[in-house]
């Protein structure tokens, strides 16, 4: 069965440093997504990309964030300057409609030392 | 705007009994309705979903959930628990209108299965 698969598993940085966090959505899929989950809080919405552009993005995912489709299989997420309050698992996820539910992979856990 | 709200963040139940998990949402329009299950270190996986056709549905596992308009609810059932059923489990809305398909998460529930 096609699966997201997302890398690294485990990602450590030091404060200030770049970080960026790998997907690979399912490949028929048009509509990709990141989320995020710090620990013991809810999954939040980051951004949702779509025909090669962002098409919505939260209060969260603010300069310091971009994504990129930079090839036809790959879709990233660049954390510029990581902060402290940056770790927290970040899940990829991909639809092949909007509204019918997305695809996650297993996501990466983002530690900031 | 789209909010779910997931009532009790722990439920316990005895092995082979019925499983209850509780999902409220608010939207001002005809919503999606999600639930999601996530294993230990794992992702999240799509146990059903309901968009607007029965409002009875049935998912993977064993699940279903019943969208009540009046009540604004979608509650998530199993008629008797397995062990391999102990995760936490998620609810999810999105409305037709968003052309994003960006789900608004509950705040999860924990489901302990005790032998």
């Known amino acids: 069965e096609p699966e997201v698969t997302q890398t690294p598993s485990h990602q450590v940085t030091q404060m200030g440093q770049e970080v960026i966090l790998r997907c690979v959505p399912i490949?028929?899929?048009?509509?990709f997504y990141w989320y995020r989950q710090i620990l013991g809080q809810k999954v939040e919405f980051l951004v949702s990309f779509y025909n090669n552009e962002i098409s919505e993005k939260s209060e969260i995912f603010d300069d310091q964030f971009s994504v990129e489709r930079p090839d036809g299989s790959n879709f990233t997420l660049k954390i510029r300057s990581t902060k402290l309050e940056d770790s927290a698992m970040y899940f990829c996820a991909s639809s092949e409609r909007s509204r019918t539910g997305l695809c996650f992979g297993a996501g990466t856990r983002l530690s900031v030392l | 705007a789209q909010s779910v709200t997931q009532l009790g963040s722990h439920v316990s139940v005895s092995e082979g009994a019925l499983v209850l998990l509780r999902c409220n949402y608010s939207?001002?329009?005809?919503?999606?309705l999600f639930w999601y299950v996530q294993y230990p270190n794992q992702g999240l996986q799509l146990l059903l979903k309901y968009t607007s056709a029965a409002t009875l549905v049935k998912g993977i596992n064993g699940f279903e959930a019943e969208f009540k308009k009046s009540e604004t609810s979608f509650h998530l059932t199993k008629p008797s628990a397995h062990m391999s059923d102990a995760a936490e489990y998620f609810c999810?809305?999105?409305?037709?209108?968003?052309?994003?398909?960006?789900?608004?998460f509950g705040q999860g529930t924990t489901l302990q299965v005790k032998p």
């Open positions: 490949s028929n899929h048009l509509y």
């Open positions: 999810a809305v999105t409305t037709g209108s968003s052309n994003t398909g960006k789900l608004i």
């Open positions: 939207s001002s329009v005809p919503p999606y």
